[in-house]
């Protein structure tokens, strides 16, 4: 059954390292997504493609943080260098009818990142 | 920017109770949608409603969405254990429907 893939699932890492998540969308789908969540913000939305293409990216931290996608089947999200603040679970999510009210968003399991 | 606030922010009850959670904006939204989310899991799509007042029922569950599509309601009959999870508004802006605009949460506890 189709759904999104996102490895690691889990990352500790320290303060400085590089921090790279990635994320295998549901085939087909032409619109990927990059959020944060934390206790504090709660579900953020950090960056956008369509059609592999960026969109958005204004609810990323510029100077730190990176989003791409190489090819249809692999999205990546790089932290350089990572902070503490950093800390929270990082989902993707993956449509096919963004740009719509039906705006259906398949998300993945999430990957939790913990910065020491 | 658009915010969603939802309310209780928690709620613990017992099984066979009913509940209602609230959605609430200053702000007109293209569409409204409803997600749960369970630990260690991303959040899945209940619902989407559409046009002001339309209200959609999923089982024990009932989403209306406000006449002016500001706000949301869910309303859930009979709780039972799986039940239990974070459940999330989430409202598709005017000005962009690419977008979705999470609200604040509202984790959801039914007891045996």
């Known amino acids: 059954d189709a759904r999104v893939t996102q490895t690691p699932r889990d990352k500790v890492t320290e303060m400085g390292q590089e921090v790279t998540m990635r994320c295998q969308p549901i085939l087909g789908h032409n619109t990927v997504f990059w959020y944060r969540q934390t206790m504090m913000q709660g579900l953020e939305l950090l960056a956008y493609f369509r059609n592999r293409a960026p969109l958005d990216d204004s609810g990323m931290p510029k100077d730190r943080f990176s989003a791409e996608m190489p090819d249809a089947t692999l999205a990546t999200l790089k932290i350089q260098p990572s902070e503490p603040r950093d800390s929270a679970v990082y989902f993707c999510?993956?449509?096919?009818?963004?740009?719509?009210?039906?705006?259906?968003?398949?998300f993945g399991p999430g990957t939790r990142l913990t910065v020491l | 920017t658009q915010l969603l606030e939802q309310s209780p922010q928690f709620l613990s009850i017992q099984e066979g109770e009913n509940l209602t959670v609230y959605c609430n904006s200053s702000?007109?939204?293209?569409?409204l949608q409803w997600y749960r989310q369970e630990p260690g899991e991303g959040p899945v799509l209940l619902v989407t409603?559409?046009?002001?007042?339309e209200v959609k029922k999923l089982k024990r569950l009932t989403f209306q969405f406000g006449d002016a599509r500001k706000d949301s309601s869910l309303h859930i009959t009979a709780a039972q254990t799986g039940d239990t999870g974070l459940y999330l508004c989430?409202?598709?802006?005017?000005?962009?429907?690419?977008?979705?605009?999470f609200g604040t949460g509202t984790r959801l506890q039914v007891f045996p």
């Open positions: 989430a409202g598709i802006p005017t000005y962009n429907t690419d977008k979705l605009i």
């Open positions: 702000s007109v939204f293209s569409s």
């Open positions: 409603v559409v046009t002001g007042g």
């Open positions: 999510a993956s449509g096919s009818l963004a740009g719509s009210s039906y705006n259906e968003q398949f």
